[in-house]
């Protein structure tokens, strides 16, 4: 049973223009939500996070949002440049909990 | 200030044999991670160390083994490795567990034929 889950394996979004990667969660215990970045042969690295006591962080030109009521988190790009073409994954975790708990990720592509 | 390394980056096994894939940071982390990524199945948790001289069992732990060396230090051994364990190994560390980010490793290809 998937408790993070990321529905859109991929998506394509032109130089310039907003991405929008969306996530969804069954599990209300959860407190704390992460994005990651993966880029290929790499690592993932962090993006952003957010606590469940907010319904929105930025940072540069990434926004989370959360709407706990719909068990729902989107990360927002924008503007989207060509190095943002990656792998994204969704991830959350309870204050008590000693793990995070992924998505399956979306392919994010930026095209010119 | 290297973060997150693991050795190898590649390894082809024969199905039966056996390996110890390597991890280590350098950030003063309490809690490792080992992950494996399939395609379309993203980072499954095989085992973690919430501190120095505990390991706990992920969402996928059948076929591995794990050893919490030292603080830096966190093993991941196939006894008996698998085809159905060609995967992509990341290993992870967070200054403690839990609502913490992870810094990950460059990843371990493994291919088990």
């Known amino acids: 049973d998937q408790q993070v889950k990321q529905n859109s394996p991929s998506l394509s979004v032109q130089e310039g223009r907003i991405s929008i990667l969306n996530c969804d969660y069954t599990?209300?215990?959860?407190?704390?939500f992460l994005w990651y970045k993966k880029y290929p042969a790499e690592g993932p690295t962090f993006l952003i996070s957010?606590?469940?006591?907010?319904d929105k962080n930025e940072d540069g030109r990434f926004t989370v949002f959360l709407n706990k009521s719909a068990k729902h988190l989107s990360l927002h790009i924008v503007p989207s440049q060509p190095g943002d073409s990656a792998v994204y994954f969704c991830a959350a975790s309870t204050r008590s909990a000693s793990k995070i708990i992924f998505g399956s990720g979306t392919r994010l592509s930026i095209r010119p | 200030n290297a973060g997150v390394t693991q050795t190898p980056k590649f390894q082809v096994l024969k199905t039966g044999q056996s390996m110890t894939l390597q991890c280590a940071q350098d950030m003063n982390h309490n809690s490792m991670y080992w992950y494996r990524q399939d395609p379309g199945m993203g980072l499954r948790l095989i085992y973690y160390s919430a501190s120095e001289g505990t390991t706990d069992k992920g969402e996928v732990p059948n076929g591995y083994n794990v050893s919490r060396l030292n603080k830096r230090e966190f093993s991941l051994r196939l006894e008996s490795a698998a085809p159905s364990q060609t995967s992509v190994y990341f290993c992870?560390?967070?200054?403690?567990?839990?609502?913490?980010?992870?810094?990950f490793g460059p990843g371990t290809r493994l291919t088990v034929t």
């Open positions: 599990n209300s215990m959860f407190d704390y």
């Open positions: 957010i606590s469940s006591i907010k």
């Open positions: 992870a560390s967070s200054a403690d567990r839990g609502m913490y980010e992870q810094y």
